[in-house]
Nanobody, 118 residues
Framework: QVKLVESGGGLVQAGGSLRLSCAAS????????MGWYRQAPGKQRELVAS???????NYADFVKGRFTISNDNAKLTVYLQMNTLEPEDTAVYYC????????????WGQGTQVTVLS
């Protein structure tokens, strides 16, 4: 079983920054990749960024160089540094972990709210 615990969401003014963290815990699993998704009210959940265990990253177009994803394999933690935040970034941000544990599947965190004020 893989458990994900997120932190770092909150309220910020437009143009500000936030850093999200997500730590994976459990035993007997191997991480393939971790990432962040977001879901705004009335919209579908969408990929923000992902990173493989080896460090290969993938970003959504709307990131536009504003966000940076990184990981610490020793701590089983993924980070999302969000700069130049816009009101349109307001959403619940979910941590995702693709891991092998008696088969490969996706695990999800509980979500953390990010609100950007105009």
């Amino acid at each position: 079983q893989v458990k994900l615990v997120e932190s770092g969401g909150g309220l910020v003014q437009a143009g500000g920054s936030l850093r999200l963290s997500c730590a994976a815990s459990g035993s007997g699993f191997n991480i393939n990749a971790m990432g962040w998704y977001r879901q705004a009210p009335g919209k579908q959940r969408e990929l923000v960024a992902s990173i493989t265990r080896s460090g290969t990253t993938n970003y959504a177009d709307f990131v536009k160089g504003r966000f940076t994803i990184s990981n610490d394999n020793a701590k089983l933690t993924v980070y999302l540094q969000m700069n130049t935040l816009e009101p349109e970034d307001t959403a619940v941000y979910y941590c995702n972990c693709n891991a092998r544990y008696w088969g490969t599947r996706d695990y999800w965190g509980q979500g953390t709210q990010v609100t950007v004020l105009s």
